[in-house]
């Protein structure tokens, strides 16, 4: 399995361009997540997704978009791009939920995004 | 929202060395908690699993405790390949029934020659 597989790796953008940063998974999980991490800072949840068609605003979605057409794939939209937007962006992928608790989340290889 | 503090580090300790790493966390609903392992400009990747009141694997040993509502994580006999940054990771119920998970803000580890 290749696990959570994300591109690009790296990307420039300027100021008011628009990208969709790809994420995908192998491992048949329902859950599906984005996050961006800040030098020095936690990660933080943008979207998350429970299933094919579902999707819902994290702590940080603003300018930001999301679908979930298939299980498999979760891609990131980002319209007009901003340098507050220059970070690493994570996606990640986790079972439903357990009995006791959250399940793990795997994270993919990240993208990082700088925006001049 | 629901805040995860830790330890800000970094912490610099020489091989086989012990260093504990300590973690708070105030949602109290909280049933399950995760050390995330953070190599440098890689992605994290889960070290344990917290159910109960503690996990043991090998050199690592977390713990929990409810009532203080803090969580550590014990690293013995440090090897050069135990530095990174260890991120205190706390699952909150949403309202819509799933879960998100809280992220410290990590602690650096570097382990000295």
């Known amino acids: 399995n290749a696990g959570v597989t994300q591109t690009p790796k790296f990307r420039i953008l300027k100021i008011g361009q628009s990208m969709t940063l790809q994420c995908a998974q192998d491992m048949n999980h329902n859950y599906m997540y984005w996050y961006r991490q800040d030098p020095g800072m936690g990660l933080k949840l943008i979207y998350y997704?429970?299933?094919?068609?579902?999707?819902d605003k994290g702590e940080v979605p603003n300018g930001y978009n999301v679908s979930r057409s298939t299980t498999e794939d979760f891609p990131l939209r980002l319209e007009l791009a901003a340098p507050s937007q220059t970070s690493v962006y994570f996606c990640?992928?986790?079972?439903?939920?357990?009995?006791?608790?959250?399940?793990?989340?795997?994270f993919g290889p990240g993208t990082r995004l700088t925006v001049l | 929202r629901k805040e995860v503090e830790q330890d800000p580090g970094p912490f610099n300790v020489p091989e086989g060395a012990t260093v504990a790493f300590n973690c708070t966390y105030s949602n109290s609903a909280s049933q399950s908690f995760f050390w995330y392992r953070q190599d440098c400009r890689k992605e994290p990747k889960l070290l344990m699993s917290?159910?109960?009141s503690g996990n043991e694997d090998g050199r690592f040993t977390a713990q929990l405790n409810r009532a203080s509502q803090y969580i550590s994580l014990l690293i013995r006999d440090s090897k050069l390949s135990d530095s990174a940054t260890y991120l205190c990771v706390v699952p909150e119920l949403t309202g819509a029934g799933s879960y998100q998970l809280t992220f410290g803000k990590g602690t650096k580890l570097s382990v000295i020659p």
């Open positions: 917290v159910y109960s």
């Open positions: 997704s429970v299933g094919a068609g579902i999707t």
């Open positions: 990640a992928s986790s079972y439903s939920i357990a009995s006791g608790g959250a399940y793990e989340q795997f």
